[in-house]
């Protein structure tokens, strides 16, 4: 099957396959400096024979928007884009989310395939699985986001004869977001490593691997770029006919993360240029919060309640992590997920098989066909949540989740700490998705939710133009949806604890500890921090990823992150 994202919601990738197994995935090669074997060329076809089709650039395009969500050619599995054991392991969106929550207070994955203990752990080093899987990951779609840029210059389209004025806007249009695409990796990359290579269009290709930049070089890079799509007028609108495609306001939602974490990143604060990013978002009228959406599933001879011929359980959410959550009113950037056309075993696909199974689940409720145990809440999360909280309300008093210990106490047994599903492969009507193997539902890569989130914890931590009440306002809302009562203030340890109940498992977690001063360090500890159950202290130079060691031999130029 080749792969193609649902509902007409961006372009379909169905022509892709040919292009990206040719010129974008060789090229990307020479200026990668990731030349070990763990990624390889798929063919010598050259840029003339690809780009002489002038469909090819929505194909290229396509398969940018593709690298987020599938691992090759052939979903779910079959002629990867990066050679690695376990295709279904190296998804983009599945290796960040382990590098954001598996380490952190909010997830436990009780797996023991290699790299995933020794993220359980913080036992991790250069050659784990996952760490290495995510920078190649990182710079496969800057590569390609590059080439696609090298390729469609005005210069290059007049050359093939391409001047046709619909064609030449188009193609302007699609290197907006190839641009969106790339920033959005590199700020991914220099979360995880710190000093990365930056590697852009305008260098060309060559066999000479790149240097390394500083952080704060390709953090300027990311800004100039967000910054001057936003400013112009080629990213799409956003809508249904647009839906998993960049927009400005995917953009600024990019910047305000960029911007809320620069003085991690650069040692500079900028929370008030967070604050005026997600304040635009807000204000753009583009989108509105979710309701609560309530449904009920009736499971007839449920192999966990065998007493009764029926169980019922009632589902309280939201459509963000639903299956037809592409009629979401507060998604802004999704990864995109179709049961029949874009299949996976990363992304949703994960996240709703491996929150379920447990005592009293019924894989059903969750619109799959199996379980696939494993994943469970930390105790520092799930106590987090009070009575009445409706984002805890699918398993804080669910009678299956009775015996399951709160405690972590061994990652590697499945019953240890709670089950706390938050994704569904069912529609807000109740019905189940397309496909119970491989959902529908999208993943969240951004939401209204957190451009409130940011304005609230920028304005805590005295961002000029931050107004009090406003931000009470944004956090009261979303405390109200979830059947809470309301802050009379917003202070910045709140906040903190609410961007936790309200993103968890949304990949943000390890960004929010360390920007918070607690991800590394003792003042704040939890099950599994530094491999000891009841959690220790750990070393600063946690706070960074390792650079791959396959990076460090493939490239002399780069050099590890101390400590490593």
């Known amino acids: 099957m080749t792969p193609t994202t649902r509902r007409g919601a961006i372009m379909n990738l169905r022509t892709c396959k040919t292009l990206a197994a040719g010129v974008a995935a060789l090229l990307f090669m020479a200026a990668a400096g990731c030349t070990d074997t ?79 203990p020794d993220l359980n752990r913080w036992n991790w ?77 305008a260098q060309p290709l060559s066999a000479t691997p790149p ?32 839906y998993g495609r960049t ?51 009736a499971t007839p001879n449920p192999p966990v309640d065998p007493t009764n011929a029926t169980h019922v359980d009632t589902v309280h959410t939201l459509r963000v992590f639903l299956a037809d959550n592409d009629q979401s009113k507060e998604m802004i950037f999704p990864v995109t997920s179709d049961g029949k056309h874009t299949q996976t075993w990363g992304g949703t696909t994960f996240l709703i098989h491996a929150a379920c199974g447990g005592n009293w689940m019924d894989t059903r409720v969750y619109g799959t066909n199996g379980c696939w145990w494993g994943l469970r809440i930390k105790p520092q999360t799930y106590n987090r949540y009070t009575a009445g909280d409706m984002r805890a309300s699918a398993w804080i008093a669910e009678q299956w989740n009775d015996s399951q210990s709160v405690n972590v106490n061994s990652v590697g047994d499945w019953y240890s700490g709670k089950a706390a599903p938050k994704f569904y492969n069912r529609r807000a009507d109740g019905t189940p998705g397309s496909n119970p193997t491989h959902p529908d539902t999208d993943y969240p890569m951004f939401r209204l939710t957190e451009a409130y989130l940011i304005y609230a914890e920028a304005t805590a931590r005295g961002a000029a133009g931050g107004n009090t009440g406003t931000a009470l306002n944004y956090v009261n809302a979303i405390r109200t949806r979830a059947g809470l009562g309301t802050w009379a203030a917003a202070p910045l340890d709140s906040v903190f604890a609410e961007r936790s109940r309200e993103l968890r498992w949304e990949g943000k977690r390890r960004t929010d500890l360390i920007r918070f001063g607690v991800f590394t360090g003792g003042s704040y500890v939890w099950d599994w921090k530094g491999n000891t159950q009841a959690g220790t202290s750990t070393d600063a130079h946690y706070n960074l990823y390792p650079i791959p060691s396959n990076e460090l031999i493939a490239n002399p130029n780069m050099r590890q992150n101390t400590g490593y």
Do not use: C
């Open 38 to 116: 763990a990624v390889e060329p798929k063919s010598t076809v050259s840029d003339a024979n690809i780009f002489s089709d002038p469909s090819s650039y929505t194909a290229f395009i396509a398969k940018l928007y593709a690298g987020l969500a599938v691992t090759g050619q052939v979903g779910p599995n079959g002629n990867t884009d990066i050679q690695t054991p376990d295709e279904g392991f190296n998804q983009y969106m599945r290796v960040l989310w382990y590098s954001q929550e598996v380490p952190t207070d909010e997830a436990v994955l009780a797996w023991g395939d290699p790299g995933v």
């Open 125 to 201: 080093g250069p050659s784990n699985y996952f760490i290495q899987t995510f920078y190649y990951r990182v710079y496969y779609q800057v590569q390609l986001a590059n080439e696609f840029l090298r390729q469609t210059t005005d210069a290059k389209l007049a050359e093939r004869g391409h001047t046709d004025a619909s064609l030449v806007s188009m193609v302007h249009q699609y290197r907006a977001e190839a641009r969106f695409l790339r920033a959005l990796s590199y700020w991914h990359g220099i979360d995880a490593y710190g000093d990365i290579p930056l590697v852009t269009d």
């Open 211 to 242: 240097a390394q930049n500083t952080r704060q070089g390709v953090y300027d890079f990311i800004v100039s770029e967000l910054t001057d799509i936003i400013a112009g007028t080629d990213l799409p609108a956003p809508g249904p006919a647009t």
């Open 247 to 297: 927009n400005k306001w995917a953009a600024e939602m990019v910047l305000a993360n960029v911007y809320l974490n620069a003085e991690v990143y650069t040692g500079t604060p900028h929370y008030d240029l967070a604050l005026t990013a997600a304040e635009n978002v807000i204000n753009s009228g583009a989108y509105t919060l979710d309701t609560v959406v309530t449904f009920t599933v």
